[in-house]
């Protein structure tokens, strides 16, 4: 009768198994840094505080209903502070919080990447195809 050879298993083994699919806490980063205008809403901040109209000069192009709904909710998250100041024309200014504080230098280190990696459109390394997927 013939046997089969059977290979031991290891008693432990080097590398911890690999989760599948990204972490959970990287799929929730980019949710929030993902959705359109809330990285450069930060951005802006990272800047100083500042009232509503001046957050909307610092983002170009974003409207009053869309930078009050992002404000809502980065402020919700605790990214961002509102401060009303009372008053008989009082005024909300904005800013970061301490956790909003905290992705100021990897915004930082983004934009540093970005600015390496990511060519303006219409300059010439933009027209090249993208590299395919791997």
């Known amino acids: ?13 080097s590398e911890p198994p690999q989760p599948a699919g990204p972490p959970p806490a990287l799929i ?3 949710a929030l840094l993902g959705r359109r205008w809330n990285g450069l809403i930060l951005a802006a901040l990272a800047k100083g505080p500042a009232p509503f109209a ?3 000069e610092r983002v170009p192009g974003i ?3 869309m930078l009050a709904q992002r ?6 998250v605790g990214l ?5 100041q009372p008053g008989p024309s009082s005024r909300t200014h904005y800013a970061l919080s301490p956790h909003g504080n905290a992705l100021v230098l990897p915004l930082t280190a983004l934009l540093v990447w ?5 060519p ?4 010439p390394a933009s027209d090249r195809p993208a590299a395919p997927d791997r």
């Open 1 to 13: 009768m013939m046997t089969t050879p059977r290979h031991a298993e290891p008693a432990h083994r």
């Open 28 to 30: 929730r980063a980019f």
């Open 54 to 56: 001046q957050i909307r």
């Open 63 to 65: 409207s009053d209903r």
């Open 71 to 76: 404000l809502q909710e980065l402020t919700a």
């Open 80 to 84: 961002v502070a509102r401060n009303v």
């Open 114 to 118: 970005a600015e390496d990696h990511l």
């Open 120 to 123: 303006a459109s219409g300059s």
